[in-house]
């Protein structure tokens, strides 16, 4: 539902009451952002905090933090890995070994016991699961470390012993532990009010959802005054069509990819003006005739599906994060907004014009003609479709999109969404649903560690109890000393922001702000700023 604009002097009124209310949340921030860690940021002395503030248009506050504990000291470590294993190999006896941070007290003792016999002098640390809403409390196990280095160089010196002894080892920087307080985090935060804001906040995949374009040049293309990177996407050819995105997707009112499971989404209703965060599902449905069939997917590669979630899918029906599943039967559903080449192989296609009659009927491949719309099946999808799409003949679609509750989500000209992973805040209160979004799996710990529970560079969405969208950024990975968050720390950090909800987008070297078209944070990558799948971009009213 939209607001209501404000007029005259009691809108600049309004607007001067919002700047400061703004000013007086942002101005809290996250001095401890959870309790373990505190503790320790107290015992290593004072937090520091500097911030800049900048208004980019009326009803838009950007604020640019750096928070440090000055006391705080980290090294460079060398950590002893864990043989582990996933779901998706457990049942194959030949699949390789992954690797666990943390494992058993018997396998950290016995490991120490061999390395102090090689001369060496290794720690064992315990390891606690973050408080998550759906995962194991307490204790998650015990890792095994050896030395604390000024360099990363002389970590890996240390690390060529270790290996030599016959054990796995990898690098690591304790400023990266959720046990130990980050010395130093760069946060960019924007507030957009709808109260005040006279523009339009949206996500967008820029026109054509199989490419990637970086946050920035999208901000730039559209004349953007604040613009964050959005959702899960595909990097490599092998999960499917580089840059389409791996959750729901919907630009301008139109569904552009479908529900991984139930994931959270922010939900950008009236053009900015009715945001909300949800976890959604979506079904969508072909009908010719009194026959239908399930759709499973819409503009991604049929059989393969990134991130998982679908019905039918091996090894998971269930969200798995940087998983890719496989589904043997697979109807997928190609918009005008596919603007590459379709996917070729065996199965069937065809051809929609826009009022759903086939125009044809045949091989997979060529591209989605304007203004229609193209089906490809495989497996019993396309004997189906081989059956039923018959030239002149009509195929209807319908689709549904609705929150964990049931509620139906009716997508309008104006509304978009985008998703990702997990939920953070809900209803004012930390609650990380970190297993059921498949971020983490509790049986199988090395499944999303590093991920989840070290601290990584984040974009984050939230909404605040007075409507207002929070868009925020952390670098991470040491870009210019920041750690990032992990994501207990992302929630709590959101929360001392104020926000009532709050989601995590994707992150790592995704991670980008841009104001006014300029790139304000430092991505991760080495390569400089990630090209992305989609963003959400908070355009000015004469965009």
Not at 180 to 197: L, Q, S
């Amino acid at each position: 539902m939209g607001y209501a604009r404000i007029r005259g002097a009691a809108r600049r009124s309004a607007r001067v009451r919002a700047r400061l209310a703004a000013g007086a949340v942002l101005a809290m921030t996250a001095s401890a952002l959870l309790p373990g860690a505190a503790r320790a940021g107290s015992a290593h002395g004072q937090v520091t905090e500097r911030w800049t503030t900048r208004s980019p248009a009326p009803g838009v506050l950007v604020r640019t933090g750096v928070i440090q504990r000055p006391g705080v000291e980290h090294a460079w470590t060398v950590t002893v890995q864990a043989p582990s294993s996933t779901r998706w190999t457990a049942n194959d006896p030949d699949a390789p070994a992954t690797w666990a941070e943390a494992a058993t007290r018997t396998w950290a003792q016995d490991t120490a016991r061999e390395l102090t016999a090689a001369g060496l002098r290794p720690r064992v640390e315990p390891v606690r699961w973050p408080r998550y809403a759906d995962t194991p409390h307490g204790l998650m196990g015990y890792r095994v470390r050896v030395g604390r280095f000024a360099t990363q160089e002389e970590a890996r010196t240390a690390a060529s012993a270790v290996t030599a002894a016959g054990f796995h080892t990898a690098l690591s920087w304790t400023g990266y532990d959720i046990q130990e307080p980050a010395d130093r985090e760069n946060v960019h935060v924007a507030v957009i009010d709808p109260k005040t804001f006279d523009g339009v906040v949206e996500a967008t995949h820029d026109g054509n959802v199989a490419q990637r374009e970086t946050t920035s040049a999208v901000a730039r293309k559209l004349g953007s005054l604040v613009g964050v990177n959005g959702g899960f996407f595909v990097l490599a050819p092998g999960d499917g069509v580089p840059g389409t995105v791996s959750g729901i997707g919907a630009y301008r009112g139109e569904l552009e990819s479908m529900a991984a499971g139930s994931r959270s989404a922010l939900i950008i209703g009236d053009g900015g003006h009715d945001v909300r965060i949800a976890d959604l599902t979506s079904t969508v449905t072909a009908r010719a005739g009194e026959a239908g069939y399930r759709i499973q997917g819409i503009n991604r590669v049929p059989g393969t599906v990134r991130d998982c979630g679908r019905p039918g899918g091996t090894p998971s029906e269930l969200p798995w994060q940087d998983v890719t599943c496989r589904l043997a039967d697979d109807l997928v559903l190609f918009t005008a907004a596919f603007r590459a080449g379709l996917p070729t192989g065996p199965g069937a296609q065809a051809v929609l014009d826009a009022s759903g009659r086939v125009v044809s009927a045949g091989a997979r491949g060529g591209r989605v003609p304007a203004g229609g719309r193209v089906l490809q099946g495989i497996g019993r999808a396309a004997d189906w479709l081989t059956a039923r799409a018959e030239p002149y003949s009509r195929i209807k679609l319908g689709e549904d999109v609705r929150t964990a509750e049931g509620r139906r989500i009716a997508l309008r000209a104006d509304d978009s969404v985008v998703s990702a992973a997990p939920t953070l805040v809900k209803d004012g209160h930390i609650d990380i649903d970190a297993a059921a979004e498949g971020v983490v799996d509790p049986a199988y710990t090395s499944f999303g560690y590093a991920w989840a529970n070290v601290r990584q560079p984040r974009t984050l969405a939230g909404i605040d109890g007075r409507g207002r969208l929070i868009l925020a950024t952390v670098d991470g990975r040491l870009k210019n000393g920041s750690e990032g968050f992990t994501l207990y720390e992302a929630a709590a950090f959101m929360r001392s922001l104020g926000a009532v909800q709050a989601m995590n987008l994707d992150g790592g070297g995704s991670t980008a702000m841009a104001v006014n078209g300029r790139l304000v944070n430092e991505p991760s990558d080495a390569a400089g700023e990630r090209a992305v799948g989609d963003t959400v971009q908070v355009l000015p009213a004469d965009h």
